[in-house]
């Protein structure tokens, strides 16, 4: 069973930063794809990053420039550094992998701008 578990999350000043972590279980061998994505409240849950098995990146408009998605494959950790927060960025984060032909989510963790 893989298990992913997000930290980093917190309430932060516009302005500020916070790095988002995920931890993929041990059984999570082989992973494809990473996301990360963000549901606010009352909005549809949206994709923020992704990145590829060729470590291609690709970004939602309005964090581009602001926001970076790594990962370090050999300790199956998957990274979010965000930079230049918003309020509008106020969401729960949810950390995503594909591996094969299944996807899997972790339990998301909150992060809050305030104005």
């Known amino acids: 069973q893989v298990q992913l578990v997000e930290s980093g999350g917190g309430l932060v000043q516009a302005g500020g930063s916070l790095r988002l972590s995920c931890t993929a279980s041990?059984?999570?061998?082989?992973?494809?794809?990473n996301a990360w994505y963000r549901q606010a409240p009352g909005k549809q849950r949206e994709r923020v990053a992704i990145?590829?098995?060729?470590?291609?990146?690709d970004y939602l408009d309005s964090v581009k420039g602001r926001f970076t998605i790594s990962r370090d494959s050999a300790k199956n950790m998957l990274y979010l550094q965000m930079n230049s927060l918003k309020p509008e960025d106020t969401a729960v984060y949810y950390c995503?992998?594909?591996?094969?032909?299944?996807?899997?989510w972790g339990q998301g963790t909150q992060v809050t701008v305030s104005s």
């Open positions: 990145i590829g098995s060729s470590g291609s990146t």
């Open positions: 995503y992998v594909v591996i094969g032909y299944k996807d899997y």
């Open positions: 041990a059984s999570a061998r082989g992973i494809n794809t």
